[in-house]
């Protein structure tokens, strides 16, 4: 575009959207969570093999919000323990702040901090928040020095601090200092970080309050897999044909609305509550799935002993049902679920049937051990 490759940072920052991309390039929020989620999965077998990548940032990370697809590369800094130490510190705003605060130390100083995988967790954290939220989780107003570079070094190092930290706000961003371009998405008041869900509220809590300047704390690549899958379980489109984002997590509250357009919730909604047997009994699983029409159900939520990654059989990609809403009624259509049932009655529900979804409803996936129960809740807008 002009002339110019196109940078990742231009899709992390809301005045970099409105200056470099077409509208058709800046993808939805749903494509982000995918393509963090898919993100985290590369980083998490990167590290499953011992590796780290010490320079995880948006410009060794090619992303495509369109398709939610992602790709890490630049991996001439990868350390590998005992045969390849780091040679790279990282790039800046995705350092891990015991890199920056030792970083005057020489390398074979003890104190030293160099980049490994727990640097790599606090890059990740970053690169998540910054695509979710379109701003850094550390930049903020307060000032530590009067030196720029100083400034720098506590800002982002020993003085770190998150900006959306509940008990401190003085790092804390100002709207007021916002370019047009830049909101809402530079006003945490308007668009908290709880809109992304409570899976990943969690994570970004631990990465950057407790896990700040505690490394072992941090949320592995696995944990941030892990949510993500949850979150996108929590996604609902935006029922304003013109939200820029067009879809939502579903806030499980009397008035829920979209955050991005304020676009308030109507009609009546399922609920899945997903829950697994252990023993005779099922127990919740922390795990709901939004319903919206012609939403798909996959191999991974009727049984919990599979999980959606590169390791899924070819069989486990396809939907084994869907979701429609017709005349005001809900159904779930059983496309693949042999030994589907009805808990309460014990009626079989068979391949082709169109079970409609009420208040209370409770339904097995089968007869293994790994089977889930899905508990219908309905929720009025």
């Known amino acids: 575009m002009r002339g110019k490759d196109k940078e990742g940072k231009w899709f992390a920052a809301p005045n970099n959207q409105f200056k470099f991309l077409d509208e058709r390039e800046r993808g939805n929020w749903l494509s982000y969570l995918q393509l963090c989620l898919r993100l985290s999965r ?3 077998r990167l590290h499953a093999a011992g590796l780290a990548h010490s320079d995880l940032s948006y410009k060794n990370v090619l992303l495509s919000p369109t398709t939610g697809q992602v790709c890490i590369i630049d991996v001439d800094g990868l350390v590998v323990p005992e045969r390849f130490p780091p040679e790279v510190v990282g790039t800046p705003d995705f350092i891990a702040p015991e ?3 030792s970083s005057h130390l ?3 100083d003890p104190n030293r901090a160099l980049p490994s995988i727990t640097t790599d967790r606090h890059a990740l954290a970053v690169m998540i928040y910054t695509l979710l939220l379109l701003r850094h989780p550390l930049r903020g107003r307060k000032v530590h020095a009067e030196d720029p570079g100083e400034d720098e070094r506590l800002t982002m190092g020993r003085e770190a601090l998150f900006i959306e930290h509940p008990a401190d706000a003085s790092n804390r961003l100002s ?3 916002a370019k047009p371009t830049e909101l809402p998405w530079k006003d945490p008041e308007a668009l908290p970080y709880t809109i992304t869900g409570p899976y990943l509220k969690e994570l970004f809590d631990r990465a950057f ?5 505690a490394p072992r704390k941090r949320p592995s690549a696995d944990e941030w897999e892990a949510a993500l899958i949850k979150t996108v379980d929590l996604i609902q489109p935006c029922q304003n044909n013109d939200c820029a984002q067009g879809w939502y997590v579903f806030a499980n509250t009397t008035a829920p609305q979209c955050p991005f357009c304020a676009t308030p919730y109507t009609g009546e909604l399922p609920i899945l509550n997903l829950y697994s047997q252990r023993g005779d009994s099922f127990r919740p699983d922390n795990h709901r799935l939004m319903v919206y029409s012609n939403q798909s159900l996959f191999a991974w939520h009727v049984d919990r002993t599979i999980t959606p990654n590169e390791r899924l059989a070819v069989d486990q990609r396809s939907r084994v049902g869907y979701f429609v809403q017709h005349q005001g009624r809900w159904f779930l259509v059983n496309e ?9 009655t014990g009626e079989d529900l068979p391949i082709g049937s169109q079970i409609e979804l009420k208040e ?3 339904l097995i996936t089968g007869k293994d051990p790994g089977s ?6 309905m929720v009025n807008g």
């Open 42 to 44: 590369a980083v998490r």
């Open 99 to 101: 890199v920056v605060a």
């Open 106 to 108: 020489e390398k074979t």
């Open 175 to 177: 709207p007021a200092e």
């Open 209 to 213: 309050m407790e896990g700040l300047q």
């Open 336 to 344: 693949r679920m042999p030994a589907l049932r009805n808990a309460q």
């Open 360 to 362: 209370g409803l409770q």
């Open 372 to 377: 889930r129960l899905f508990h219908v809740q």
